[in-house]
């Protein structure tokens, strides 16, 4: 590192460039093969006009992540900035020699050629990234700033292991579970609010009814009622073969159904893996990972009402023992627009192995859209293979998902994982499969469609420091990463992001923080605040809760143009209105008096 002082004279403009990040990777395709970090430095404090120039050389990395990096530190006054550096540090440069007083002693002469060694150098290497800092005026320009915070650290008694996103209540707060930690060490219940300060709403204990952890995937889900809802893993009864709980925003919580309390083959199903999803008509669905009438115990998909009704709807691997339906039901399940629901399983299909995508009706018709695992290569399922991050709807109607394994098996030897697009008749694509782990992570988790229309996500392994990754991905299947996890703010992210009504992504990760009990954390992308609608499908005529900040004193709310007939702000973060006669499916629009017009994330579903 070179580093130029300089004193006793005015400070060259350099735009206020203290502030936001700007990577940008470069395949080891590229023709650029030099790497460099430019960072400046204000100092304060009996040194008003000091300015500190750092500019680093650094060599290709090769093999090990296949890019090369640029790392712009920027202010938010000119989307020209990058090269605006370049020619003040152009400009330190040429001033540097004269800074400092001439001498003709044998050690001033040694310092002006120590200099001179350094000018040059400092010459060569901006030379170098000059290419790259244009590139980088471009990527500002199309690009908001990214800005990645740790909420919470998890330290034992507050939790530990969040392994699924956390969900935003009616209230604004984020709800979650652990998996470990608190009291009797088998996990928590956990609210969050805006500014950072964590509750332990319940502990879950090992014999107790309730059951406990070893929740992965969807984790809570917010019912209309306004309570949150979800699974556990394991207790419930001696069997210990989990529950389905539901739980108040206070800490009142209720177990609504233990299963196998029989005992023996499980019929009713074993061991809940992935949360639940509220239907259309008010029920619950999920799936059990165990269990069913099959003798080949590979898991059920089942219905549950608010009162603790429990009914399997289908049996999973029912006909042969190779499960050409699937097998091990892994992963959220999710409501399409045509009212039938839509998951993974993690085994199982007509290839013997690899998983499948699966249609099943409300009333426990299913159908395999897809089986993985069609072609191999070099042990590697080129299509995919594992997928337990389940399935979500995007705006155009098709399902994007992703697979642990499978694709390309170079640097993974059972793949590193992909992205896929699966139409409703079950035509499926690669969007994207990684190939450099450390630039493009490996073993994706679940994904989500955000209000710019891309998808994001997270990866358990891969990126720098081989501890995880967060990811945006285009309809098309552009790939970016947007952050790669360290130690100190958690690593090893087990479930998906969530978007909450302030625009920003949140997320928890498994490991890392402070004693390695794992966190939660935002990433900010820029993104403008928008309102939830609960239920997001209802007919003409119910009356439904909006969600977001700043609601108080709203005005009108409209159904994709169509004003409601009846709206009252209830809170500054909750409002009810009625569907009105005439509303078609579309985005909602709430008028708020301090944030303008809200619109929903999602289109609101106008049911017949």
């Known amino acids: 590192t070179i580093a130029a002082n300089l004193r006793k004279r005015p400070r060259p403009q350099l735009h206020g460039f203290k502030g936001s990040e700007r990577r940008l990777h470069f395949s080891d395709r590229s023709p650029f093969?030099?790497?460099?970090?430019?960072?400046?430095?204000?100092?304060?404090?009996?040194?008003?006009?000091?300015?500190?120039?750092?500019?680093?050389?650094?060599?290709?990395?090769?093999a090990r992540s296949g890019s090369e990096d640029v790392l712009f530190q920027r202010g938010a006054k000119k989307s020209s900035e990058p090269l605006a550096v370049l020619a003040s540090l152009r400009s330190v440069i040429d001033e540097r020699e004269n800074i400092l007083p001439k001498s003709k002693s044998t050690k001033e002469e040694k310092m002006n050629n120590r200099l001179k060694q350094q000018r040059t150098s400092l010459q060569n290497c901006a030379k170098s990234i000059s290419i790259l800092a244009a590139l980088a005026v471009a990527m500002a320009i199309a690009s908001p700033a990214q800005v990645f915070t740790v909420m919470k650290h998890f330290s034992g008694p507050n939790g530990g292991g969040p392994a699924a996103p956390p969900v935003e209540g009616l209230d604004l707060n984020l709800y979650g579970i652990t998996n470990y930690g608190s009291g009797y060490n088998f996990g928590t219940v956990f609210q969050l609010t805006p500014g950072g300060y964590l509750s332990v709403l319940y502990s879950f204990c090992d014999l107790c009814p309730t059951g406990y952890g070893f929740v992965t995937g969807q984790g809570l889900v917010l019912g209309t009622d306004g309570k949150l809802h979800g699974t556990t893993f394991a207790g419930g009864n001696t069997w210990q073969t989990g529950t389905v709980f539901t739980i108040t925003t206070k800490g009142y919580l209720t177990t609504l159904y233990s299963f196998c309390p029989g005992g023996g083959s499980c019929p009713d199903g074993a061991n809940p893996e992935a949360g639940l999803v509220q239907g259309n008509d008010g029920n619950y669905y999920g799936t059990t990972l165990f269990g069913g009438s099959a003798a080949n115990n590979e898991g059920t998909f089942f219905r549950v009402t608010p009162k603790g009704t429990l009914t399997?709807?289908?049996?999973?691997?029912?006909?042969?023992?190779?499960?050409?339906?699937?097998?091990?039901?892994?992963?959220?399940?999710?409501?399409?627009t045509d009212g039938n629901f839509y998951g993974t399983t993690q085994s199982g299909g007509v290839h013997g192995k690899g998983g499948t995508v699966f249609r099943i009706s409300p009333t426990g018709t299913l159908t395999t859209l897809y089986s993985f695992c069609a072609s191999t290569f070099s042990g590697s399922c080129l299509d995919g293979d594992t997928p337990q991050g389940g399935v979500v709807e995007g705006a155009d109607g098709n399902f994007y998902g992703t697979t642990t394994l499978g694709g390309s098996p170079t640097n993974c030897t059972s793949g590193c994982g992909t992205v896929f697009k699966l139409t409703p008749q079950g035509t499926l694509t690669t969007l994207f499969s990684p190939t450099f782990p450390s630039d493009q992570g490996q073993l994706p988790n679940g994904l989500i469609q955000a209000t710019d229309g891309n998808f994001y996500g997270t990866t358990v392994l891969g990126g720098y420091d081989n501890q995880g990754i967060i990811f945006q991905i285009t309809p098309a299947g552009t790939f970016t990463m947007l952050h790669s996890f360290a130690a100190g703010e958690g690593t090893q992210p087990q479930g998906g992001l969530m978007q909450k009504t302030d625009g920003n992504f949140y997320g928890t990760a498994y490991f890392g923080g402070n004693g390695n009990y794992g966190t939660v954390f935002r990433l900010s992308m820029g993104f403008g605040p928008f309102v939830k609608i609960l239920p997001g499908a209802a007919k003409v005529g119910t009356l439904v809760k909006i969600y977001g900040k700043n609601l108080k004193g709203s005005t009108a709310v409209t159904f994709n143009g169509i004003p409601s007939t009846f709206v009252e702000a209830y809170a500054p973060t909750l409002v009810y209105a009625?569907?009105?006669?005439?509303?078609?499916?579309?985005?909602?629009?709430?008028?708020?008096?301090?944030?303008?017009?809200?619109?929903?994330?999602?289109?609101?579903?106008v049911l017949p």
């Open 312 to 336: 399997t709807l289908y049996n999973f691997c029912a006909g042969s023992s190779s499960c050409p339906d699937g097998g091990n039901p892994y992963g959220p399940i999710v409501q399409g």
């Open 578 to 605: 009625t569907v009105p006669p005439g509303a078609t499916t579309g985005p909602v629009q709430v008028t708020t008096l301090s944030s303008g017009i809200l619109t929903s994330n999602v289109a609101f579903q």
């Open 33 to 62: 093969l030099v790497a460099g970090f430019i960072r400046i430095e204000e100092v304060q404090g009996g040194h008003p006009h000091r300015v500190h120039v750092v500019l680093d050389c650094v060599s290709p990395r090769g």
